[in-house]
């Protein structure tokens, strides 16, 4: 278990997290920045302050569980994972070459931590709510997470998923959509307009809160409010700006899945301050 | 190579559908291993998980007609140590859920059973698009996989039984309609250890599922012509059991593959892959001749597609002209 992180070390975290997904991308010679920007600050909320894992037994039984369904962000969840000392932080500079434990989209029998191989869209929520069923019927306390992208809510698989965890009120069930409005053609209101979302989840049952995915206190509250809601599972459409914190990065989708070159990594690390 | 006499009267065989010996198998594992689940598609009756879910309702799931996210929630079940009987028409299993049996499940090699009904053009009136016919060619390719076609009730209940203590996804193929029990409780079933059901030397037929049965009245009936055929039941597609069917070819020196499948990809592909790189023999495939279903009388359909005791007597006396 990690010890909670004050608002400041998170916001100091979520800027070291965001210099490790550039720097690996950049060794990497591809892979997807956009995604992976905007779906960090979430996922350092979850491991520093929100889920109970551990990073020397990765199979505990009683750990809540984070599933990424967006696959492609899995830079994101290595960088977290290095950080809270799953594999050494050493390991990311060897993304995506042959023989790393760290594949192009995450593999669970190749890398410590990783609940389950995802990059086939769509897929995630129903094995997250597969999962928590299998807490339900065992009694078990743990919390299930299932992260999101909003591209990725076109495919049908995820709403068959949502129908499920609302018929069997799943409430040990988190989702968060990674809402950054952006997916490789363009606009994801222009490619196939998924909105409006919020009544979407709540035709399917579901408890729906919506918040900053950047701002690191908001997001702690959305969990602590989808922890605390009954009978329902909850999605947290978490607002958030592709490639963020990157200027030339952030809104354009043609950050999506290209890695930078030797200058454009210098000229985004200058604006982290690294 | 194992040899067992089935004692057989094929003249007066039990019938019964393969789907029975399916639904008796996931019982009585279940019986024996609390972590076993059953998911439900809305057609629980129809694949006999009926009576998994009236014995252990607490541990039935229905997920009604939702053939992507039932795949999933079963990979998100094995994640937490349950074992996971994921049961539909084959069609839709094999086919609907691919790219989830494909990344989620056996990339993973997920403790997750797929049970596949509706296997073959015996399905009959429900015609082309319920009549599985491909499955075995699009499972047994994947990596981590294991396939078997079982030849009768029984063997399906075995086939069953054996699949939940293998660790790792498991697709079992069975039909819909009423078929020869041609093996008995005492028949030993190993999974992925095909055995000789009929001694012969001239030609070896190597068979799963209802056309063991088919192959055993072919070898009846080229007896009685003075040709001496050995019948094979090769129960387990895959991992094949290499030992056992390279000793069949080198004491027979021709083959004759019968499965209701498509010839290409199926069962008969991967023998014959097989042989053809350690002991190349001549050899002829009966399947489903690259052509969809058709609604009729089973009996019909597996006449009009070639799929009977005659179109295998028929390839045996070829193939066995091609040896010389």
């Known amino acids: 278990m990690q010890r909670r992180m004050t608002r400041e070390q998170l916001r100091d975290k979520t800027r070291q997290l965001r210099v490790s997904i550039l720097k690996m991308l950049y060794e990497a010679g591809s892979g997807h920045p956009g995604g992976s920007l905007s779906a960090i600050d979430v996922m350092a909320v979850l491991y520093h302050n929100v889920m109970k894992h551990d990073p020397n037994n990765p199979g505990w039984p009683e750990r809540d569980r984070f599933f990424l369904s967006k696959g492609h962000a899995c830079p994101a969840l290595y960088a977290v994972l290095a950080d809270c000392g799953y594999f050494s932080i050493d390991t990311l500079k060897n993304l995506r070459k042959y023989g790393c434990i760290l594949q192009g989209h995450p593999c669970m029998r190749h890398t410590p931590g990783v609940e389950v191989s995802a990059g086939s869209l769509g897929q995630g929520l129903s094995i997250a709510a597969g999962n928590a069923l299998a807490a339900k019927l065992d ?11 909003d591209g990725e809510l076109q495919e049908g698989q995820i709403w068959e998923a949502a129908m499920t965890a609302g018929h069997y009120k799943l409430d040990n069930l988190c989702g968060i959509v990674d809402y950054n409005g952006l997916q490789i053609d363009g606009k994801v209101e222009d490619v196939m307009n998924i909105n409006p979302l919020k009544e979407k989840w709540e035709a399917f049952n579901w408890n729906v809160v919506e918040t900053d995915g950047h701002d690191v206190l908001k997001l702690e509250e959305a969990f602590s409010r989808a922890d605390s809601c009954k009978s329902k599972p909850t999605v947290i459409i978490a607002h958030t700006v592709k490639g963020k914190g990157v200027s030339f990065m952030e809104n354009n989708p043609s950050w999506h899945g290209a890695a930078p070159d030797k200058d454009q990594l210098a000229s985004a690390l200058a604006e982290l301050g690294a | ?60 799931i229905g997920i009604g007609i939702a053939e992507q996210n039932q795949m999933g929630i079963a990979a998100g079940l094995s994640l937490a140590g349950k074992i996971p009987f994921v049961t539909n028409y084959g069609v839709f299993l094999a086919g609907r859920s691919w790219d989830q049996i494909r990344t989620t499940v056996c990339y993973a090699n997920l ?32 990596p981590n996989m294991r ?37 008995s409780e005492d028949t030993p ?41 050995m019948v094979i039941n090769n129960h387990t597609v895959k991992p094949l059991d290499a030992e056992t069917l390279i000793e069949a070819a080198e004491k027979t020196g021709a083959v004759v593959t019968a499965e209701e499948h498509q010839a290409a990809g199926g069962m008969g592909s991967a023998v014959l892959e097989m042989l053809a790189q350690n002991c190349p023999v001549p050899a002829k495939m009966i399947g ?8 009729g009388d089973p009996g019909v359909l597996m006449k009009e597609f070639g799929l009977v005791s005659s179109n295998i007597a028929a390839a045996v006396k070829e193939v066995i002209k091609m040896k010389k």
């Open chain 2, 147 to 183: 396939v078997i076609v079982p030849a009768d009730s029984i063997e399906t209940r075995k086939a069953a039984m054996a699949a939940a203590e293998i660790y790792g996804p498991v697709y079992i193929r069975f039909g819909r309609e009423k078929v020869p029990c041609i093996t």
């Open chain 1, 139 to 149: 009694n078990k306390a743990y919390r299930v997470y299932c992260l999101m992208g």
């Open chain 2, 288 to 295: 489903v001749m690259d052509r969809f279903g058709e609604s």
């Open chain 2, 111 to 142: 403790n997750v059973k797929l049970g596949g009904a509706h296997g073959g053009i015996s399905v009959g009136p429900d015609g082309a698009t319920h009549q599985a016919l491909e499955e075995i060619s699009i499972m047994r390719c994947l």
């Open chain 2, 1 to 60: 190579m194992r040899i067992v006499d089935l004692n057989l009267d094929l003249n007066n065989i039990k019938m019964k559908p393969t789907r029975d010996g399916y639904g008796e198998g996931l019982v009585a594992a279940a019986e024996k291993n609390p972590d076993i689940i059953a998911l439900g598609a809305d057609i629980t009756a129809s694949v006999r998980v009926d009576w998994f879910r009236d014995r252990f309702p607490e541990r039935f």
């Open chain 2, 189 to 229: 079933f190993e999974f992925g250890k095909a055995y000789c059901v009929r001694e012969g030397t001239d030609a070896a037929i190597i068979a799963c599922g209802v056309m063991v049965y088919e192959s055993l009245v072919a070898a009846e009936a080229l007896a009685k012509e003075g040709i001496s055929v």
